[in-house]
């Protein structure tokens, strides 16, 4: 298996409602990333996981929430969002350092009523 | 702190014809070199990387990269491409060793019949 499984694909929420954005890899890397893409813009680093610790966050509002319940799994949490946050959320993966570069999933197009 | 400056947004190209995408980085420390082609409605896709030893990289769909550190460049080539090539191209530096990777603004390559 050599993909990142991301669900759902579309997500339309209010700015009172609580989701849960979720990806999935099993191909044993032990780094699992979520970025941040507006159209027509590069990916933007939100956090990243190292061993299922969390060792980056780019300042992200408390909005957003990530959690990494094992070292296949990684969810966004996301709770009174603005429609600012409205974007492709892109989860990736790699082994424990850099050096084969990023899987990515195909992301998950968030938008925010 | 490291930076990538992609030098075209907007690259057209007729089908079969070569083409060269440019992009230049910058950074204090040793760093790896990636290019990554996102399709509409996906997520990245690695296409090559360069890591050290041989300037010059070769990757998937028959692109390749040539890696100079005098003109701190990683600029990409085909030497014929497809209406299939069609896309958004990212070139994107990271440290050596480190997780964060900066990407550029993007080259948007559209190819036409």
């Known amino acids: 298996d050599t993909e990142v499984t991301q669900t759902p694909k579309h997500l339309v929420m209010g700015m009172t409602n609580k989701k849960s954005l979720k990806c999935e890899q099993h191909?044993?890397?032990?780094?699992m990333y979520w970025y941040k893409q507006k159209a027509k813009k590069p990916p933007e680093l939100m956090f990243v996981?190292?061993?299922?610790?969390?060792?980056i966050n780019e300042s992200v509002p408390s909005r957003f929430s990530p959690e990494c319940p094992n070292s296949s799994l990684l969810n966004l949490h996301l709770h009174a969002l603005q429609p600012e946050d409205s974007a492709l959320y892109l989860c990736?993966?790699?082994?424990?350092?850099?050096?084969?570069?990023?899987?990515f999933g195909s992301g998950t197009r968030l938008t925010v009523v | 702190a490291q930076s990538v400056t992609q030098l075209d947004s907007q690259v057209p190209v007729f089908e079969e014809a070569p083409v060269e995408l440019r992009c230049n980085y910058s950074s204090s420390v040793s760093v790896y070199l990636f290019w990554y082609v996102q399709y509409p409605n996906q997520g990245l896709q690695l296409l090559l990387k360069y890591l050290s030893g041989s300037t010059l990289v070769k990757g998937i769909n028959g692109f390749e990269a040539e890696f100079n550190k005098s003109q701190t460049s990683f600029h990409l080539r085909k030497p014929s491409v497809h209406i299939s090539d069609t896309a958004e191209y990212f070139c994107a530096v990271s440290e050596t060793g480190g997780f964060k990777t900066i990407f550029g603004a993007g080259t948007r390559l559209f190819v036409k019949a």
């Open positions: 191909m044993g890397h032990r780094a």
């Open positions: 990736a993966s790699s082994q424990d350092a850099q050096f084969y570069g990023y899987t």
């Open positions: 996981y190292s061993y299922e610790k969390l060792s």
